[in-house]
């Protein structure tokens, strides 16, 4: 957990769905969360996903008229409000926010130069992540994009992050890093990628058994995007639930 929970670092993830009771089941069934509801009206069905006792993630329904099935990763910051000028003056927008949770924190959601959504959040009494980098848990955060040039100034700008882009197939991979410690990474898009394919985020929940969670979600009912398949630190997966939100999956080699 060294990695998480601090200043531009991963601080959470959560899940905006079109069939809150679905999502519960499958991701339950996948990965052993269960799912809690906040008890409270002025939440709108959001709650959070627990393993053993300790927060995952989190899921609410979608809120907009077209809004996509999609994870949604949020880093740390001190002042959202600080951030959300530091997004726009480099050439992000704001999407929503900034704006208080209860008690809670203060979140905001932004897109980055090329259209990339990611949030952040300032905690209060909701501190982020109760467990992560564990087998059943969140563990890696990787952004799709076509510029990675502009999106490594971009990150650098707002929130500090550093990394080397290496080569990698036919495309290239850049490690993110803070203090000198990854926690995620940023992989160009090619042409292997379809024109219509937007940047986005990814989430990955590290797996014992890549092989078997990719069939276990399809027997729950979602599909397998890209299918098990063997890189350097182990073996990875592209998913998506039965109401199209992807997320990756990995099991990593024994260290």
């Known amino acids: 957990m060294k990695i998480y929970n601090r200043p531009s670092a991963p601080a959470w993830a959560d899940l905006s769905t079109t069939d809150v009771s679905g999502a519960k089941a499958f991701y339950g069934g996948l990965f052993g969360w269960q799912g809690a509801d906040v ?23 979608c809120m907009a008229p077209g809004q996509p099935v999609a994870w949604l990763a949020y880093y740390q ?33 932004f897109a980055d130069p090329e259209g990339a959504v990611f949030g952040v959040w300032q905690p209060k009494e909701h501190k982020g992540f109760g467990v992560a980098g564990v087998p059943n848990s969140m563990t890696w955060f990787e952004l799709l994009t076509r510029d990675p040039d502009r999106a490594k100034t971009f990150y650098r700008a707002v929130f500090g992050w550093g990394g080397d882009a290496e080569p990698y197939g036919t495309s290239e991979y850049t490690e993110w890093q803070l203090e000198g410690e990854s926690f995620g990474g940023m992989m160009r898009m090619t042409d292997d990628f379809p024109p219509e394919a937007p940047p986005r985020w990814m989430v990955y929940v590290r797996v014992e058994d890549c092989d078997a969670t990719a069939a276990k979600a399809r027997a729950l009912g979602g599909e397998i995007h890209v299918p098990p398949t063997t890189i350097p630190p182990g073996r990875f997966a592209v998913l998506r639930d039965p109401q199209g939100g992807a997320f990756c999956v990995i099991a990593l080699n024994p260290a």
């Open 39 to 61: 008890p409270m009206e002025e939440a709108g069905g959001y709650g959070m996903f627990l393993l053993g006792d300790q927060y995952a993630g989190g899921y609410g329904p």
């Open 77 to 109: 910051v001190e002042s959202a409000d600080a951030t959300a000028a530091l997004v726009t003056g480099n050439g992000g927008t704001i999407v929503a926010g900034p704006m208080d949770v209860f008690d809670s924190g203060r979140l905001a959601v």
